[in-house]
């Protein structure tokens, strides 16, 4: 069964048609960021907003045991995660076996947004699961993904969401390639106030690193080998680490106990990124882009196996954040970071919300190319 008709404008603001729901997902602190500033450029536009987490929505308590198993495997057997999604990718078995399971979630995804006039994907699980129940005519609603990451699996992507939005050019040529209509878009990330209070100061003031530093980051979970990361930037001497361990407590004191910097979970992010001269990152998560659009340097260090690496090549591909490989590389990059500086990200691409209300969206996304995967045949009986 093919998609509904697409609509003539995604979001109908003057036309009244103006619901919104977004479908996040908690295995990562990013594709909820994301789905927050969605949500508060939209709530401007007078349009009233649901959230949902994906997580909470699949039947029975596999959302939750799927997050579980996330959380293990990339703290535990990171090395491993590479491997999961290449076995994912179509004609393998687990992508046949993801596409099946996240079909049974869709009839009770399709009722929890149901009376919204768009919903809005912002995790691969939300967007299977919406494409799933979109393709199966059981959600009139368009349905639109953000993809979050700075590169695209097949798993962002199904036939029957409406159109997919990439945060720059390498992004969407690869979301094309997996056979999704997409347009690259202005990535969204928190408004900067225009001055900090004078009375703000140096938020990392109580750790003892003076001079210049380089905030360490692995992601909302603190993984990957962030000790290493931060012994070779201490060992080029151009700057000094200061590793944000997100919630990885145990990290954390482990950290501490080798006498090196360690920040737990923040809420002032921005003001930390801000008190830094640049930001050695190794997923190409959200922090990244919080980074480049306040003008701090970044740079790709020990990318995590998996959507780290492939990442980490599609933001140097995009001339976005280098990635030296080597320790000597590392230093060279660090030493023309704090030559140079950095300036902050500037998109030519449309917004979200100008994509959203444009009557004439569909001119902005390319047409899937000819060499596009082609999407597997599913029975949708199990939907039905």
């Known amino acids: 069964m093919t998609s509904p008709s697409l609509p003539t404008s995604l979001l109908d603001i003057s036309g009244g048609r103006r619901r919104v729901a977004i479908v996040s997902g908690s295995y990562g602190a990013g594709h909820d960021a994301v789905a927050r500033e969605v949500e508060e450029r939209l709530r401007l536009l007078g349009c009233p907003i649901t959230q949902y987490d994906v997580a909470e929505l699949l039947p029975g308590r596999s959302g ?6 996330y959380y293990a495997q990339l703290r535990t057997v990171p090395a491993t995660w590479g491997a999961t999604l290449s076995l994912s990718e179509p004609g393998r ?13 869709a009839p009770r995804v399709s009722r929890a947004v149901a009376g919204a006039d768009l919903v809005i994907a912002t995790h691969p699980f939300a967007a299977l699961t919406l494409g799933r129940a979109r393709d199966a005519g059981l959600l009139s609603a368009p349905v ?9 699996h097949s798993m962002w992507v199904h036939r029957g969401v409406d159109l997919h939005l990439a945060i720059h050019e390498v992004a969407a040529r690869q979301a094309r390639h997996w056979g999704g209509r997409t347009v690259t878009i ?9 001055t900090r209070p004078s009375t703000s100061g140096d938020p990392l003031a109580g750790i003892g690193v003076i001079g210049p530093r380089a905030l360490v980051t692995g992601g909302s979970l ?41 920040l737990s979970w923040r809420h002032d992010m ?9 930001v050695v990152q190794n997923a190409g998560g959200f922090t990244c882009l919080e980074a480049l659009s306040s003008g701090t340097p970044v740079l790709t260090y020990l990318p995590i196996p998996g959507h780290g690496i492939t990442n980490a090549a599609g933001l140097e591909q995009a001339g976005l954040v280098p990635w030296p490989r080597t320790p000597e590389d590392l230093r060279s990059a660090l030493e023309l970071a704090l030559l140079v500086g950095g300036t902050p990200l500037v998109s030519e691409a449309p917004s979200v919300v100008d994509v959203l209300t444009r009557p ?19 029975s949708h009986e199990s939907v039905a």
């Open 93 to 105: 078995p687990l992508h046949r076996a993801a596409i099946g399971a996240f079909g049974l979630g």
């Open 360 to 378: 004439d969206w569909r001119a902005l996304a390319e047409p899937i190319s000819d060499t596009a995967v082609q999407p597997e045949s599913t």
């Open 186 to 194: 202005s990535p969204v990330v928190p408004t900067q106030p225009p």
């Open 270 to 278: 921005p003001e930390v990124i801000d008190a830094c001269q640049c």
């Open 144 to 152: 639109v993904t953000y993809l979050t990451d700075a590169s695209v």
């Open 222 to 262: 603190g993984i990957g080998d962030l000790a290493r990361t931060a012994r070779d930037i201490a060992g080029t001497g151009v700057m000094s680490p200061v590793v944000a361990c997100g919630t990885n407590a145990g990290l954390a004191r482990r950290l501490q106990r080798a006498g090196i910097a360690a």
């Open 64 to 69: 939750r045991l799927l997050k579980r198993a």
